[in-house]
């Protein structure tokens, strides 16, 4: 193991998968005669597996990780991408008979999202009305 | 390593010198049925034991050599145990002299670790038994048999007759929902108003298809999970310190 590892154990899981380790085996060696259907050495066959079993969680060949190694300073550097996306501002967005702006009908937009028809300046009631404010000529 | 540190207890065991000689062994053997005679007649079988006596020459007194098997108090009498194809696979007796059990087929002392009483858990073993030889039964007995402190069958009778002998036949494949294969030690005890009690002790093979049968299949799938998890599941991991 170089600097930078660090070996990780797993002591309950080895006694956990002892537990089937040993009345399996117990099972087998009874059933081929290798040791009488008796309680006492059924208990040293399942204790003895589920030493085995923490024996190997604790100094088995450990698993090597997948990868290399993550190099100094690669996370300050990175930056994760901005996951929102500025909507087009030329280009509106698509309309169906409906008015929903998506073709499946959900409505994707937030509800605060400026209405781009309302605030619109209405050109033709702002317009000075030429006609009335014209002074009147005798 | 565990196999052979745990074969300790059924290594070595001595089965004793045949208690008859040869020529006796071998008609005691041409009594045995060979195949399966179905329930005995209790006047037949009754005859049958008396024959066994005299060949015997009233003496089965064999070497304790410690872990082996014994009957003691009044009791005694004899069985039969036949395969699934009604082919003899064991017999033994006992004469109710407070002497050990002898196998009939080989004339050594029967029911020991290294010579235990084979049946097979389809077969049938057929019986004769009694308590005393002569005399008055056992009256209201009760009996148990268990292995491991763990009680395998129990019952009694008020027996008002004073009945002392009985014979019969176990169907062992009715009787055993589930067919294995093991070495048994077996203890019974019989208790009564009117008679010492009859304690045995005795080691039963039972032979069933070994690891094929339903047991020894669970066995074998326990095991191999547990070798699974332990090799893809429990082991070290080296992981990068962040």
Known sequence: ?138 | MITLGLSFSVGAVAQGDPVVDQAALDEIRALVPEGDPGKYDLTEASAEFGQYVILFGQSTAVADFGDGSQLTGLCGGFAYSYDKNGDLLDAAIDLGDGDAPVDLLEGTQAFTSGNPFKVDPRGVVVYYGFSPESGDGPEDHRWYIKTSGISLDKGGDPNPQLKNRNAGLVDLNKDLPVKFTAKVKIEGHMMSENQPDCVGKGHVSFEGDGLTDPVGLAGLALLGGGIFGLLFNSRPAITWKS
């Open chain 1, 1 to 138: 193991m170089t600097s930078g590892e660090i070996k990780t154990t797993h002591p309950i899981r080895g006694i956990l998968w002892g537990i089937p380790l040993g009345l399996g085996l117990a099972i087998v060696l009874v059933v081929t005669q290798v040791i009488p259907l008796e309680l006492t050495q059924i208990i040293v066959v399942l204790v003895l597996a589920i030493v085995i079993g923490l024996l190997w969680s604790l100094y088995g060949p450990a698993k090597r990780p997948k990868g290399p190694p993550p190099k100094a300073g690669l996370a300050d550097d990175f930056t994760a991408p901005d996951e929102t996306m500025a909507e087009p501002e030329d280009e509106p967005a698509a309309t169906d008979d409906w008015g929903s702006s998506d073709s499946d009908g959900d409505d994707d937009a937030p509800d605060d999202a400026p209405d781009v028809e309302d605030e619109a300046p209405d050109v033709e009631d702002d317009a000075p009305d030429v006609e009335d404010d014209a002074p009147d000529t005798p």
